[in-house]
């Protein structure tokens, strides 16, 4: 069974970093694209970028700033945040979708969701 559990959420003062982590399991990490979203308290869900065959990309709200990767052998994917900002702040979630399925930030083409991480960038 897909399975996919984030991690590395916490507490950042503004312009800090932090860097997530989606452990997955039960499929093989390469046959599938990883997303990350978030979803901040009365706001809708957004992308935040994917990482594909051909490498990570970011949403254009956080290119520059945020790096998606992956280990292979550790089967985790990474979100690397850097200069947060207070409306960084959400629950961050990990997404899993074949490749076939649809575009890199089209939400509804990701069948499998982690439960989320929660990021607060506040002072």
């Known amino acids: 069974q897909l399975r996919l559990v984030e991690s590395g959420g916490g507490l950042v003062q503004p312009g800090g970093s932090l860097r997530l982590s989606c452990a997955a399991s039960?499929?093989?990490?390469?046959?599938?694209?990883i997303g990350w979203f978030r979803q901040a308290p009365g706001k809708e869900r957004e992308g935040v970028g994917c990482?594909?065959?051909?490498?990570?990309t970011a949403a254009d709200s956080v290119k520059g700033r945020f790096i998606i990767s992956r280990d292979m052998a550790k089967a985790t994917v990474y979100l690397q945040m850097n200069s947060l900002k207070p409306e960084d702040t959400a629950l961050y979630y990990c997404?899993?979708?074949?490749?076939?399925?649809?575009?890199?930030?089209?939400?509804?083409?990701?069948?499998?969701w982690g439960q989320g991480t929660q990021v607060t960038v506040s002072s």
């Open positions: 039960g499929f093989t990490l390469n046959n599938y694209a």
């Open positions: 990482i594909e065959y051909s490498g990570g």
């Open positions: 997404a899993a979708r074949a490749y076939y399925a649809g575009a890199c930030l089209a939400e509804r083409a990701y069948s499998s």
